[in-house]
C-alpha cells in the first residue's frame, strides 16, 4: 500500500524559507510512471497546487510561485522535498505530498495525510 | 487563470436523498475534471476524474458527468459517511479547484 509522510517545521517565522520532506514507501519515487509534488491548503479554502517533479529531473510549478519554490527527489532516500522562500502569513497551510500519474492530462491520485505549517513569528 | 465556481456552497440532504453538485470552469476544459471528498483533517480523496471516470474502489453511487464549462457530480442515494466537503479540479491547463461544496446532515 502506498504511503506518503510529510514532515517538517510546523512553525516558520515570516521571511524565512520553509522546507518539508515526503518519505514515499510502498513504492518507489524512481518510477517512470509518476510525478511527485505538493500541495498547499490555507485553513477553510480549497486545495493550491505548487508544483511536482519527475526523478528525471523533469518539473513543473505554478507560474504564481515559480520565484519562490523548488522541489527535488532523493531517489537514495525515496523522498520528494519542497523549499519555499520568504514566506508570508499568506503561506499559512497544511502542505500535502501528492503524486501524479505521468500524461498530458491526469489528477492527482493519491495524498499524503498532510501537515500544518503556519508562518508566524 | 481558469476559474472553477463550484455551486451550491453548502448543501443539507438526508441519508437516502439524491444530490446533485455543480462545478463550472470558466473556459473550456474539455473533459479534464476530477472531483475530490476531503473530511475533516483528513487529505483530499479522488472519485472522479476524466469527468466521468470511477477512481478504484470508489462506491458506485457516486458519478460524473459533463464536458466543457459544466459538470456535475451525482450522488444516487446519500450514506452517512458521505457527508463532507467536494472540491472539483481541473487539469487542462496546470491545475485550480473549486471553492468547494460542504454536504451536510439535515
Known amino acids: 500500500q502506498l504511503q506518503l509522510q510529510e514532515s517538517g517545521p510546523g512553525l516558520v517565522k515570516p521571511s524565512e524559507t520553509l522546507s518539508l520532506t515526503c518519505t514515499v514507501s510502498?513504492?518507489?519515487?524512481?518510477?517512470?510512471?509518476?510525478?511527485w509534488g505538493w500541495m498547499s491548503q490555507p485553513p477553510g479554502k480549497g486545495p493550491e497546487w505548487i508544483g511536482f517533479?519527475?526523478?528525471?529531473?523533469?518539473?513543473y510549478y505554478n507560474p504564481s510561485l515559480i520565484s519562490r519554490v523548488t522541489i527535488s527527489v532523493d531517489t537514495s532516500k525515496n523522498q520528494v522535498s519542497l523549499r519555499l522562500t520568504s514566506v508570508t502569513a499568506a503561506d499559512t497551510a497544511v502542505y500535502y505530498c501528492?503524486?501524479?500519474?505521468?500524461?498530458?492530462?491526469?489528477?492527482?491520485?493519491?495524498w499524503g495525510q498532510g501537515t500544518l505549517v503556519t508562518v508566524s513569528s | 487563470d481558469i476559474q472553477m465556481t463550484q455551486s451550491p456552497s453548502t448543501l443539507s440532504a438526508s441519508v437516502g436523498d439524491r444530490v446533485t453538485i455543480t462545478c463550472r470552469a470558466s473556459?473550456?476544459?474539455?473533459?479534464?475534471l476530477a472531483w475530490y471528498q476531503q473530511k475533516p483533517g483528513k487529505a483530499p480523496n479522488l472519485l472522479i476524474y476524466?469527468?466521468?471516470s470511477l477512481e478504484s474502489g470508489v462506491p458506485s453511487r457516486f458519478s460524473g458527468s459533463g464536458s466543457g464549462t459544466e459538470f456535475t457530480l451525482t450522488i444516487s442515494s446519500l450514506q452517512p459517511d458521505d457527508f463532507a466537503t467536494y472540491y472539483c479540479?481541473?487539469?487542462?491547463?496546470?491545475?485550480?479547484f473549486g471553492q468547494g461544496t460542504k454536504l451536510e446532515i439535515k
Open positions: 517533479t519527475h526523478h528525471s529531473g523533469t518539473t
Open positions: 501528492v503524486r501524479r500519474p505521468v500524461g498530458p492530462h491526469e489528477p492527482f491520485d493519491y
Open positions: 473556459q473550456s476544459i474539455n473533459s479534464w
Open positions: 510502498g513504492g518507489s519515487i524512481s518510477s517512470s510512471n509518476y510525478y
Open positions: 479540479q481541473q487539469y487542462n491547463i496546470y491545475y485550480t
Open positions: 476524466d469527468a466521468s
